[in-house]
């Protein structure tokens, strides 16, 4: 018993002798920690998103009214100019309607002239001349109303743009519900993306970014972002974006897949490795050395890039802080740093 109780004392008396845990030089000595010293780097926030191409403008051509189609004034593919005719319906009956309401309208506008007169004399009531020019604007607006039934019947482009592909042939009859062929603005090309919410702060319009098509592997297509959702998706917690890119070359076409990049450059910010990141109750935290000392104090992080977080707030180029240790030290604590450690940490950055 006596020999295992002096075999005890002796344990414990060789342990006093060497450094505690945690890298301490015996009892009350100087933690030994690896600090990084905080530096200015240029920062490039990037974002990489997948898309699908839209027309700029993008319609499919349907009648107003149901006729015969009496003339195909387009090619398939053709490009066609705003205003341009590209399908005219049978019309015989409306011009004969526009016909029968134009002598209408001037027959009682004749009656209603010649009462003008006769109510200088007091030979006509003013009630019977109101009921005329009733009839007067009755027939003018029944006028109007053939005409733009005629005007129906001629089909025009609403803007300029690629024809498509024609689904219908003279004399067919059709109505509201019929698609006669697609019409498609590809001049620019409007690409929508998806971006998460954590990358909200990077988006702005105006900002450019570069797209690229497995079509054409070699190609960079860039643009600029022209709107932001007002809405985040509740689901996937992103928010639509929408670019516009120039097609001058016709390359691009609706529907196309493509990747996107984004590019934020942010010049020069204050980083520190996010091994010196303290989380605690919420806040975070560094451990800055000053004359020896751990000095605790709170941060305002910013974007992360790999191995650093930009910081917005608590801390200054040139200042050095804690990156291995930090859980061995307390705000005040004194701290030692080997030279060597220190050295080949900086090192294995330089090189990273």
Request: proline content about 5%; some cysteine.
């Amino acid at each position: 018993m006596l020999v295992l109780l002096a075999a005890l004392f002796a344990l414990v008396a060789a342990c006093e002798k060497e450094p505690a845990a945690g890298g301490r030089v015996g009892w009350g000595g100087a933690t030994k920690v690896i600090t990084y010293p905080i530096e200015l780097r240029h920062v490039i926030d990037e974002i990489e998103a997948l898309g699908t191409a839209r027309a700029n403008e993008s319609i499919e051509i349907q009648p107003r009214i149901s006729s015969l189609i009496e003339r195909v004034a387009f090619e398939e593919g053709q490009h066609v100019a705003k205003g341009q005719l590209l399908i005219e319906l049978e019309n015989s009956e409306i011009i004969a309607g526009l016909a029968l309401a134009e002598a209408s309208l001037s027959e009682s506008r004749s009656l209603y002239d010649r009462s003008i007169s006769l109510a200088d004399t007091q030979a006509i009531s003013a009630s019977n001349l109101e009921q005329l020019l009733a009839q007067v604007q009755v027939d003018e607006a029944q006028v109007e109303a053939a005409k733009a039934r005629l005007d129906n019947t001629l089909i025009r482009a609403p803007f300029a743009g690629r024809i498509g592909l024609r689904r219908v042939s003279p004399g067919s009859f059709v109505n509201n519900q019929t698609i006669i062929t697609t019409l498609d603005d590809i001049s620019t090309i409007k690409l929508d993306f998806a971006v998460p919410e954590a990358f909200l702060t990077v988006l702005s319009e105006g900002m450019g970014i570069a797209a690229h098509s497995l079509v054409y592997p070699e190609r960079v297509f860039e643009g600029v972002v022209a709107s932001i959702d007002t809405r985040l998706d509740p689901v996937s917690r992103a928010v639509q974006v929408r670019a516009v890119i120039p097609n001058d070359e016709n390359l691009l076409k609706p529907g196309m897949f493509m990747s996107v990049d984004l590019k934020r450059d942010r010049g020069e910010m204050v980083v520190a490795p996010e091994q010196a990141i303290v989380p605690e109750s919420g806040n975070q935290y560094v451990f800055v050395v000053v004359d020896g000392v751990a000095e605790k104090r709170p941060v305002q992080l910013g974007r992360r890039i790999p191995g650093f977080v930009v910081i917005d707030a608590g801390l200054s180029p040139g200042e050095v802080v804690i990156t291995e240790g930090t859980h061995k030290v307390r705000d005040g604590s004194a701290v030692e740093i080997p030279e060597q450690a220190s050295a080949s940490t900086a090192d294995q950055t330089e090189k990273s």
